[in-house]
């Protein structure tokens, strides 16, 4: 089946430092990638769409110069959390459609501010 | 608007009792309706789809369109089922964004 990689798996930056996490479509090509982010004991909250070669789409109330989403081919999409806060902290999620399976999602990436 | 509602945050059987999980979803046209699931520390995995009417390790799904539900359900739980469900939706063309449920906590007790 369909394989999204998703890079790191965990990562711990200082407060105001940038991280950028990678989302990989190994075995097809992605026309459309989107991230979320899950709270502990919460569900995913879509944060954007991107889809490739465009600029993304962000959902309401997600600060687009703060998440930077790069999708610059149809196999990776990157996101970046510039000046990174506490309030950061959480799992962020890849989603990649595009294989003929519907949706298949990276194992997510913990991100941990201090 | 796309929305899931999934009522039972948590909902616990004992092994061999049929469960239901439910979902309600309200879209305007057709949606596409998803159950996910994820098991401990593992990533979110494709159940099953309502358009392609499979069982997967013994979970169906019935999209009943007059109550917009896509309830999931099994007759006979077993303990590896404990994991979290996630309901989802999304429109039928391609790129559409995919909306989640807040999703339900099953344990099977033994």
């Known amino acids: 089946g369909a394989v999204v990689s998703q890079h790191p798996s965990r990562v711990i930056c200082k407060s105001g430092t940038s991280v950028k996490i990678e989302c990989r479509s190994l075995?097809?090509?992605?026309?459309?990638m989107f991230w979320y982010r899950q709270f502990p004991k919460q569900s995913l909250m879509l944060m954007a769409t991107s889809n490739e070669g465009s600029k993304a789409t962000y959902e309401q109330g997600v600060e687009k110069d703060k998440f930077l989403i790069n999708h610059a081919s149809l196999t990776l999409s990157t996101l970046t959390v510039t000046s990174a806060h506490p309030e950061d902290s959480s799992f962020y999620i890849c989603?990649?459609?595009?294989?003929?399976?519907?949706?298949?999602f990276g194992s997510g990436t913990r991100l941990t501010v201090v | 608007a796309q929305r899931v509602t999934q009522p039972e945050k948590l909902l616990s059987v004992f092994k061999g009792a049929p469960v239901e999980l439910k979902c309600n979803y309200s879209?305007?046209?057709?949606?596409?309706l998803f159950w996910y699931v994820q098991y401990s520390r593992q990533r979110l995995q494709l159940l099953l789809r309502h358009i392609s009417r499979e069982s997967i390790k013994g979970f169906t799904a019935d999209l009943n369109k007059g109550e917009t539900s896509f309830h999931l359900k099994k007759p006979f739980a077993q303990e590896e089922d404990s994991a979290m469900y996630y309901c989802a939706l999304s429109g039928r063309f391609s790129g559409s964004r995919l909306t989640f449920g807040e999703g339900t906590q099953l344990t099977v007790n033994p």
């Open positions: 879209y305007s046209g057709s949606p596409e």
């Open positions: 075995d097809f090509q992605a026309t459309t």
């Open positions: 989603s990649a459609s595009g294989s003929g399976d519907g949706y298949t």
